[in-house]
């Protein structure tokens, strides 16, 4: 009852055989092309020259064989992709509250102040980025000082 099961069988379509039958037909040709140019060219040749003929294809194809052999033996592989590393910033893992634990000085407290009133007195827009990083450093600044 259940050793007994029935096997199922690989569902072929009538356009399958019809590419499998024309593949199978067009490599018998080649063969065919292949065999009757060979037995013209060899039909002509004093059996001698044949089996000098097969000894050097023999040699040729033997030693060629011999060399893929040892070079796949004695060859290190190459990988076939690198992984290279990947540039990552170098405080990537601080979150910035590193910051808190060292306090501003007051001289470079003062020194910020100058360089506000400065650029104030030029008319002269200070960069958004540096501006962010002032207003952080005022900040801490004001909390060390509470």
Not at 29 to 40: C, E
Not at 95 to 106: F, Y
Not at 112 to 141: A, T, V, W
Request: hydrophobic share 35%.
């Amino acid at each position: 009852m259940f050793w007994k099961r029935k096997k199922k069988e690989p569902k072929e379509t009538p356009l399958q055989d019809k590419v499998a039958g024309k593949i199978a037909g067009g490599l018998i040709k080649v063969q065919t092309k292949f065999s009757d140019g060979m037995n013209k060219l060899v039909s002509t040749m004093t059996t001698k020259k044949v089996k000098m003929w097969l000894a050097v294809f023999c040699i040729v194809s033997g030693g060629l064989s011999v060399y893929f052999f040892v070079n796949a033996l004695v060859t290190k592989p190459k990988p076939v992709f690198k992984i290279d590393n990947v540039l990552v910033p170098e405080h990537f893992d601080k979150s910035g509250d590193e910051i808190m634990e060292n306090p501003v000085p007051d001289e470079m407290y003062q020194n910020i102040q100058e360089y506000k009133r400065y650029m104030d007195s030029l008319g002269e827009p200070i960069r958004p980025s540096l501006l962010d990083s002032i207003k952080i450093l005022e900040e801490i600044y004001s909390q060390q000082k509470k």
